[in-house]
């Protein structure tokens, strides 16, 4: 997501690096360059055309500041900017006063809708709620049953029309829906309509009729990252058909370019409220402007990761590892694997490491890393006795053979994570000693 745009824009950065002031010309090259990483990335041209006008207007009119240098200032410029193209401040759930909340989808047909959801009604869970899916796509063949499945994946209940009753009506199946909420106290209603390959006025008025009919506190409107600019168009018909409050934003983890993520808040003025980012149920969260901007300039997305990292790790192990690190115990085969497990549950190695600040030199080998190397590693411990994995220096040659063959892996591959396991643990011991990393030049002080 946003690989190409972050690289275009961290060359223009290095461009104005050593400059000890801007001149006039290195704005407006500044500004060309960065309207042409705009318009790569596939954001709409009026968008640009706003963007690149504040940013050579502040640039100009920025005062000198002493602790910024002139390319640092116009990072700073950018990331405000760019905050602000993407809605500002993260918008929240709105929840209704009194009885249940009403969130009705609404999109085209292959944006994600049913996906998206069962993603909401787990996050929604996972923050105490008690939601309730609603299955008013009855057009889709197989929509019903599907989200009867993600339902059942994310066990939360499901409200759909009785099988045999023919096609059945969306609207009197929204209605009832919300009603069946008030009787078993769901405090969460998510109704997820039908959508059509492309927009039509049949297609409108069916999901106008809906949200007549059930009052929304919040309709989503879910767009499907990966179509580009034909995202804006869709949107204004949507917004105009429809109406929605917020955007929620599919498939982040497949389109390189991401104009439309940065196109649709600005053209729709609506705010993009949720993100959705791969397949499985938890690849979901809220959309924080910031952040996102942050991670377009490479500036690294800690938040999230901290957030994430504290929901993954189980806090008892946590501490049990850091104790083992400073000394007070023998660090083992068995908490390397605790801790491989741990790292598994954030997920994927790119994912994680695309989190950290100045990793996107390095995007070609983050792309390329393999997390079944993690399974392998994993394999080959499972394939020890409680003794190896407890006292690996007991580990020669015949039971290399033996934990190789168990493990479905070669013995070099065994040989290389007993090294790499007394390596880790070697220089481990001397951080905790005080060390340092050995090899590293000391640190003054
Ligand atoms: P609907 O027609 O709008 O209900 O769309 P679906 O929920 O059926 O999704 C269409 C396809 O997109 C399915 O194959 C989903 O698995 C896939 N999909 C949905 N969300 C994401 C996502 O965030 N990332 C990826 N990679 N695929 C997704």
């Not at 918008?91 to 209704?96: D, F, I, K, M, P």
């Not at 168009?233 to 917004?239: D, G, K, V």
Request: glycine residues 10%.
């Amino acid at each position: 997501m946003f690989a190409t745009l972050s690289d275009r824009l961290a060359d223009t950065f290095k461009n104005l690096r050593g400059k000890g002031r801007l001149s006039e010309a290195d704005i407006d090259a500044t500004a060309r360059e960065i309207r042409i990483a705009l318009l790569e990335a596939d954001v709409a041209l009026p968008v640009v055309r706003e963007f690149v006008a504040a940013i050579k207007e502040r640039a100009r009119g920025e005062e000198v500041s002493g602790a910024l240098n002139p390319a640092q200032q116009v990072i700073k410029i950018v990331n405000e900017e760019l905050v602000a193209i993407l809605g500002g401040e993260t918008r929240r759930l709105r929840y209704a006063k009194t009885g249940p909340t009403v969130i009705m989808l609404a999109g085209l047909q292959g944006a994600g809708k049913t996906t998206l959801a069962a993603k909401l009604a787990l996050w929604l869970k996972e923050q105490g709620k008690t939601p309730m899916l609603v299955a008013c796509d009855l057009q889709r063949p197989n929509a019903v049953n599907q989200l009867q499945v993600n339902g059942e994946r994310v066990g939360v209940p499901v409200f759909a029309p009785e099988p045999g009753n023919g096609v059945g009506d969306p609207v009197s199946v929204a209605r009832a829906s919300v009603e069946e909420a008030k009787r078993k106290l769901h405090d969460v209603v998510i109704v997820d309509t039908a959508g059509r390959l492309g927009v039509d006025a049949e297609l409108m008025q069916q999901a106008a009729d809906i949200r007549d009919a059930i009052a929304p506190d919040e309709v989503l409107f879910v767009v499907d990252a990966m179509i580009g600019q034909d995202a804006v168009t869709t949107a204004q018909a949507f917004l105009d058909g429809v109406g929605f409050d917020g955007v929620v934003l599919t498939k982040l983890d497949g389109d390189a370019r991401g104009g439309a993520a940065l196109s649709i808040a600005s053209v729709t003025g609506r705010p993009v409220m949720f993100a959705s980012n791969g397949e499985k149920m938890t690849d979901f969260d809220l959309f924080h402007p910031d952040r996102m901007a942050s991670r377009i300039l490479d500036m690294g997305d800690v938040m999230t990761l901290i957030e994430q990292a504290e929901k993954a790790f189980d806090q008892a192990e946590a501490l049990k590892a850091a104790e083992k690190l400073a000394g007070n115990g023998e660090f083992t085969l068995e908490d390397f694997l605790a801790q491989m497990q741990q790292l598994k549950k954030l997920g994927s190695m790119s994912k994680i490491m695309g989190m950290l600040p100045g990793m996107g030199q390095f995007r070609q080998q983050l792309e390329n890393f393999d997390d079944r190397e993690i399974d392998r590693i994993e394999a080959i411990i499972r394939s020890m006795t409680p003794a190896e994995r407890d006292n690996p220096k007991i580990i020669d040659g015949s039971r290399r053979m033996r934990i190789a063959k168990g493990s479905g892996r070669t013995v070099t591959e065994v040989n290389q994570l007993v090294d790499r396991f007394f390596e880790a643990r070697k220089m481990m011991g001397q951080l905790a000693r005080g060390g340092g990393i050995p090899g590293m030049p000391g640190m003054p002080g």
